[in-house]
């Protein structure tokens, strides 16, 4: 049996009439009584009573009746919802993000969802590059944003740069080094230092720059995934953070003899054997608008991609 019968039957069911049935379902009556007959050899029992141009409900039919409606129903709301994931106003997205593009885009991403998609689920997950690969290879992710200066080269992953940001040396505004015109690395290290995991690129920026002292593992004291609390800490205290310089535009970008020319290339992550949600590319082109947006210096991008 198919959709096509059981829409049939059921306002055969309604208007007790072949003709007005045709007339409301535009099929002709001799192509709607094949059809009911089709439907009740397979079924096996008749459906319809015959009096006079009346067509009434067997007890069969009536029986019938309501898992047929169920059906029909069922069907209704499955295309519903095809329409709805569709359109991103339903659905779930898993997106896991790292320090830096979580402190750009973990907020506007959250209320952009909020705004457009207000009945869709959107899970954010935090952590180190290697591990947010592995959870997206083990599909608990969707999709990731990180720095792919982080990320090793593989062919199954799909990478869509973002945009690349530069990075800094900053401190708060009342800080000792904040009006240098020349701040050298001893000088730096003279208090502590803060950062997320650098990638290796960038390790190696800073020895060429600076030589072995200005090595991650030697130079930052202060470690943390969560980037947004070590800009805290430099903000009330005398630390200086190493980190993208869009994510705190005040505080004061130190000036580094030589200067430090370093950034993170953040990039959109996803498998290449995993077919896109409706709900993610959404999320895709809103972290592009986002990421444009800083790159224009707005402090608040515009959240709506209609």
Avoid at 73 to 82: I, V
Avoid at 204 to 229: F, K, Q, T, W
Avoid at 246 to 252: C, G, H, I, M, R
Avoid at 263 to 270: D, M, N
């Amino acid at each position: 049996m198919t959709l096509v019968q059981l829409r049939h039957f059921l306002e055969l069911a309604q208007q007790g009439s072949f003709s007005k049935s045709s007339v409301k379902l535009h099929v002709t009556q001799p192509a709607l009584s094949r059809s009911i007959q089709a439907l009740e050899e397979e079924l096996g029992q008749p459906l319809f009573d015959r009096v006079g141009r009346k067509s009434e409900l067997t007890a069969f039919g009536r029986h019938i009746l309501a898992q047929a409606r169920e059906l029909v129903d069922g069907a209704n709301n499955l295309k519903q919802s095809g329409r709805q994931l569709l359109s991103g106003q339903s659905g779930s997205a898993m997106l896991g993000l790292g320090s830096g593009p979580g402190a750009l885009l973990m907020t506007p991403l959250m209320a952009y969802m909020a705004t457009d998609f207000p009945k869709a689920h959107l899970h954010i997950a935090r952590g180190h590059t290697a591990a947010l690969v592995q959870a997206l290879r083990d599909r608990s992710l969707d999709a990731l944003v990180v720095d792919i200066r982080s990320l090793n080269p593989a062919n199954d992953l799909i990478v869509e740069t973002l945009c690349e940001m530069p990075g800094a040396f900053m401190c708060r505004k009342d800080h000792p080094l904040a009006r240098s015109k020349h701040v050298t690395l001893q000088m730096v290290r003279a208090y502590s230092v803060a950062s997320t995991p650098l990638s290796d690129e960038v390790a190696r920026i800073l020895v060429e720059r600076y030589g072995p002292d200005a090595h991650p593992e030697v130079m930052v004291n202060l470690h943390c995934e969560e980037i947004s609390s070590l800009l805290d800490v430099a903000r009330s205290t005398h630390a200086v953070v190493v980190a993208v310089r869009a994510l705190a535009p005040d505080l004061v970008a130190l000036k580094m003899v030589p200067e430090l020319q370093a950034s993170a290339k953040f990039g959109w992550v996803s498998l290449r054997s995993r077919r896109e949600s409706p709900l993610c590319s959404f999320l895709r082109a809103a972290a592009n608008k986002i990421v444009e947006a800083h790159k224009n210096d707005k402090r608040k991008p515009a959240l709506s991609i209609k």
